[in-house]
Nanobody, 115 residues
Framework: QERLVESGGDSVQAGGSLRLSCLGS????????MKWYRQAPGKARDFVAE??????????RYADSMKGRFTISQANDNRTLYLQMDTLRPEDTAKYYC??????WGQGTQVTVSS
């Protein structure tokens, strides 16, 4: 059984939008998905966005190139993590992975943006 399952990847034209989803296997600290990373062919895995807890409140942070274009969110039960991606660019082409605070990762979902 997969711990994390991503979905929503597709091929789109530049300027388009996609919404990625990540379903976690449970509700424990290690099981709840909290972050997105991506990896383009031949490149290292890069941070995209994450949600984090601070003083009892939840916040989001983004890589600089995603600010204003991507939005990370969680379902009310915290078991599903989303990544809304707008104004996509060819350089956003990569495999997108969700992860948990215990460094569990899914198998990824491919996003391809054509110019």
């Amino acid at each position: 059984q997969e711990r994390l399952v991503e979905s929503g990847g597709d091929s789109v034209q530049a300027g388009g939008s996609l919404r990625l989803s990540c379903l976690g296997s449970g509700y424990s600290f290690c099981e709840v998905p909290m972050k997105w990373y991506r990896q383009a062919p031949g490149k290292a895995r890069d941070f995209v966005a994450e949600m984090y807890l601070e003083r009892g409140s939840i916040y989001a942070r983004y890589a600089d190139s995603m600010k204003g274009r991507f939005t990370i969110s969680q379902a009310n039960d915290n078991r599903t993590l989303y990544l809304q991606m707008d104004t996509l660019r060819p350089e956003d082409t990569a495999k997108y992975y969700c992860g948990t605070r215990c460094a569990w990762w899914g198998q990824g979902t491919q996003v391809t943006v054509s110019s």
